[in-house]
Structure formats: C-alpha cells, structure tokens
C-alpha cells in the first residue's frame, strides 16, 4: 500500500499508536484460525493485509470505509481471530479493521435484551449477564476470546445450541446496524428478519458496529461426566437427555474412544477405552441425572459446580470445535468436518462412515435444537487427514447417506454451507458494498458493479 495511503489513514484515526504498520503483527493480526484445515492451511498461509487500524466509533469507521471507498483499498475485518475458515484473513491485502477497542455494553435491558458494540468479548458479556440476572442463550467454547460481531458475522452456535438452537434461530440476534462501503457510508439498521442479511456473511456487506441481542434467564449450572463402555451406550443415554424438555442443559456432548485420550489436562474425568458425556445440567437435577446415568450403565467420573467461566475443569473447553483442538495437539494429522445427521437414521448413518472409513473418521456428537424445536445429534467428527481427495470422498460419501456437511474446507461464504439459499447475503451486498471492497474474494457469487443491481428490491 502507498505511503500516502497510509498517512492519510492515519490522519483520519488521528492517533498512530492505532495504525499498525509493522509487517509481522500486520501479518498475525491477518490470521486466525484457518490450520485447523490442511487444505486452507496450504491455500492461506501467504495472505496478509497491509496496514492494521483500530477505530474507536462509528464515526472513525465511516471515515475510514469512505476513504478505502474512493481510493479502492479492499477493508477486511477482524474480532479476535478464532474463527476457522480464513474468513478474517485478506486475500487482497488492504487494511485489516481491528474492531476490539469498540467494546461497550450500553444496557442490559430489563426485557433480556443486551445492546453492545461488536469488540465486546462474548465472555465479558456472559460475565455481565449473569450479574444481572441473564446469561447468553448460546456462544462458542472460544467465549473469553472470541468477539460478538465476531461471532455474528463467523459463527454459528455451540454451548446453549441444545436448548436455545442456533445464534440465527429464535430471535437471539434481534437487531443490529451497519457501516456500508459506500462513497457516504451509512449506518443502516437491521432487525427482524432482516438481519440475516449480515449474519454469517463474514463481513463482506457491510460492518457490524452495535448489536441487540436476545439473552436468556440466568441458570444455576452443574458439570458432570459420564464413561460408557461403548458409543452406542452413549449416545443413547446422551440422546435421552438431550432430546427431553424435562432437563433444563446446556451442554451435552459426546465423544467416542479414543478422543477422550486427548484431553491431557483432564484424565480424572476419562476411563480407558470408554466413550464420554459431557453435560451441563440444571444444580437442581445434577444428582438426578447422575443416578440415571448410572441406572443405564454409566460410570460418573466427575461431577460439580459451575463457577462460571473460571471453574476448573471447565468442560466446554473440550467441546465444540475445542474437541479438534486437543486431537490437533495429540496429532497434527487430525482435522474435521461438521456433519449434521437425521435422529431417526444417525446410527445406521455412523455405522456406513464406519465401515467405509474406519478409525479414519472418529464421532464426536453435539445436539442441538434446530428451528423447528426438534433436537437433532450435529457432529464435529474428528477426521484423519490423508490426501484432499480422500477427504472430499468422505464428504461425498456423507452426502450419499444423507448427511449434511457445512464443509470447513472452504474459503468462501457459498461453500460453507450456512450461505442463504434465498441470497439475502448477496443482495445486501450489493446494496451496501456495491465495489465488492468489503473481504473480497470471501462471496464469490457476487459480482462488482453488476447490472443486477437494478433487480435488487429496496429495503
Ligand atoms: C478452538 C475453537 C473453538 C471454536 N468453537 C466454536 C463454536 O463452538 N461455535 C462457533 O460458532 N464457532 C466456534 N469457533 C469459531 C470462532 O471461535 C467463533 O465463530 C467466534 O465467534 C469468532 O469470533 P471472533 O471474534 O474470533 O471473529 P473473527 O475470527 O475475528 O471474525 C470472524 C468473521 O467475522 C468478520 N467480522 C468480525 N468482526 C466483524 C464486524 N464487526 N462486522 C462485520 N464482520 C465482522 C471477520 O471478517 C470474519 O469474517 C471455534 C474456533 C476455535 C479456534
């Protein structure tokens, strides 16, 4: 990027220590977590940005986007980097907008709803809610890192997802507003259904700078897990509680041997050669659950408090997409995919992956509750990783059986799997970023200054 590009930059954030220039935190400020896939890995490992800024407001965004807008400068954001795709990374160079210094909570609201700035750390916000009364109704197990905007713009769901479903499910994102990359930026506010215009487009059309969002009444929790002697012991008793309105959870997951032998931090709560459950339950139904656990045939290996998210053993630091982490640590030739599978076929379904694939594919099981209320078993399958086409043929072959991969192979937004197939995303594109100068190459549908523009119905 030209000098003067930079210095003009830096005279509209008005304070250098908030333009970073230096090539190698330029660089590390332009990764995230993208070597979880050796396909991404091979394909990312050589992009970065060229100039980091972190705005304070709304009105530093503005001045920023409508300067890259009339000079051309492609504009990538960043919340804390964990997502898993590359999607923060630039393949275009430009600037990396560095939103963590706008981290405000301006309410918790009386009616639950939380209205904060998109820096905001999700575990910050938990924190916060919960003194008041309310806790998130679902967030990743990356919380104390990752960010909200963050989360809404890359993210999908996790710890809560098997009672509250989904960030993009009931409600939970009520509003938000937007900066475009237009000549005039605008802020533009979205809510209703009209948000998932911007949810989950990896901020390719438009930036996110203030959320509401919907928060749900405040649980004493409980942790507890439970060994089985085989898998299938397991999913059927994770299953039962999992899919029975009577238990109030927020986490149930479940893992077959030998991922349990992967967390080396936690070996109190794992027995050799078993598979594992692991729950967070209501306090008030801990001691029930256990003695049903045990009715069925299950050994409670741990059990206690939830201290909030400082408690040790904190169970949800296994869980999610930190299952891939330790099996990453255990063995750098590990990956994964997420699977999505029907309750009333997924055990003939695992046994097909099984037979097929052997130990190449090894289950890790997290329910959660889809739009419809229904919860289903979502799978994060730790998988071996021999050769790009061997991993293309598994997800081929999971097709053919009929279960749905959000593919994590893939760099752009259509690939992924959670791109809407009514192309809300691209139409807000086009409306809010009509150069494409917002992550491009991430939307690869879209086209810059295309005629469709006219066919775009106004909103
Ligand atoms: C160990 C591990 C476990 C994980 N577990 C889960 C999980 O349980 N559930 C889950 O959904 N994900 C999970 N993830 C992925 C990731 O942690 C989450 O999606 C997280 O919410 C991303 O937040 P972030 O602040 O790090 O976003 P980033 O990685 O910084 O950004 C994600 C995307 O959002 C865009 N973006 C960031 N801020 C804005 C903004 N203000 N406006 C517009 N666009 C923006 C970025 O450009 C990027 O495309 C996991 C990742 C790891 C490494």
């Known amino acids: 990027m030209e000098q003067g590009h930079i210095d003009a930059l830096t005279e509209i954030v008005g304070d250098a220590a908030r333009v970073i220039t230096e090539p190698q935190v330029v660089?590390?400020?332009?990764?995230?977590?993208?070597?979880y896939s050796p396909v991404l890995r091979k394909l990312l490992h050589d992009k970065t940005g060229e100039v980091v800024l972190k705005p304070l407001n709304v009105s530093e965004i503005q001045a920023i986007l409508g300067y890259c807008y009339a000079h051309d400068l492609p504009v990538t954001l960043r919340g804390a980097g964990t997502g898993n795709y590359g999607q923060a990374i630039p393949l275009h160079g430009g600037v990396v907008l560095d939103v963590e210094r706008m981290d405000r909570i301006d309410a918790i609201q009386p009616d639950g709803v939380a209205v904060c700035e998109p820096g905001l750390r999700l575990g910050v916000l938990e924190n916060e809610a919960r003194q008041a009364g309310w806790e998130l109704r679902c967030y990743p197990s990356t919380i104390i890192k990752a960010t909200v905007g963050g989360f809404l713009a890359g993210g999908s769901g996790g710890v809560g997802s098997v009672s509250h479903g989904g960030l993009r499910d009931f409600g939970t994102v009520r509003?938000?507003?937007?900066?475009?990359?237009?000549?005039?930026?605008?802020?533009?506010?979205?809510?209703?259904?009209?948000?998932?215009?911007?949810?989950?487009?990896?901020?390719?059309?438009g930036v996110i700078t203030r959320i509401w969002l919907a928060l749900t009444p405040a649980v004493?929790?409980?942790?507890?897990?439970?060994?089985?002697?085989?898998?299938?012991?397991?999913?059927?008793?994770?299953?039962?509680?999992?899919?029975?309105d009577s238990w109030t959870k927020r986490l149930v997951t479940t893992f077959e041997w030998p991922i349990p032998s992967f967390f080396a931090p936690i070996k109190e709560c794992v027995r050799e050669g078993k598979a594992l459950i692991?729950?967070?339950?209501?306090?008030?139904?801990?001691?029930?659950?256990?003695?049903?656990?045990?009715d069925a045939g299950g050994i409670v290996t741990y059990s206690g408090a939830y201290q909030g998210l400082r408690t040790i053993p904190l169970l949800s630091d296994y869980t999610w997409n930190h299952t891939t982490l330790w099996a990453l640590k255990t063995d750098p030739a590990y990956t994964y995919l997420q699977t999505g599978f029907n309750p009333a076929t997924v055990r003939g379904q695992f046994l097909q992956l099984k037979q097929r694939f052997g130990d190449e594919i090894l289950f890790h099981i997290e329910f959660m509750k889809k739009s419809s209320g229904q919860v289903v078993p979502g799978a994060i399958p730790i998988v071996r990783y021999v050769s790009e086409e061997r991993l293309n043929e598994m997800i081929d072959f999971c097709r053919e059986i009929g279960v749905s991969v959000a593919n994590p192979h893939v760099n752009n937004v259509e690939g992924g799997g959670r791109y809407r197939p009514d192309n809300v995303q691209?139409?807000?594109?086009?409306?809010?970023?009509?150069?494409?100068?917002?992550?491009?190459?991430?939307?690869?549908?879209?086209?810059?200054?295309?005629?469709?523009?006219?066919?775009?119905?106004a909103r």
């Open 175 to 205: 509003a938000l507003e937007i900066v475009t990359m237009e000549d005039e930026p605008r802020v533009v506010r979205r809510e209703g259904e009209a948000v998932h215009d911007i949810l989950h487009a990896w901020g390719t059309n």
């Open 278 to 294: 692991f729950f967070m339950i209501a306090s008030a139904q801990i001691g029930r659950l256990e003695a049903e656990a045990r």
């Open 220 to 244: 004493e929790w409980s942790q507890c897990s439970v060994a089985f002697d085989s898998f299938a012991a397991a999913c059927d008793f994770s299953e039962r509680i999992a899919t029975s």
């Open 27 to 35: 660089q590390r400020l332009s990764r995230d977590f993208y070597w």
């Open 426 to 457: 691209l139409l807000a594109k086009q409306r809010y970023d009509p150069k494409g100068l917002l992550n491009p190459g991430k939307m690869i549908t879209f086209k810059p200054e295309g005629a469709e523009l006219e066919s775009v119905p």
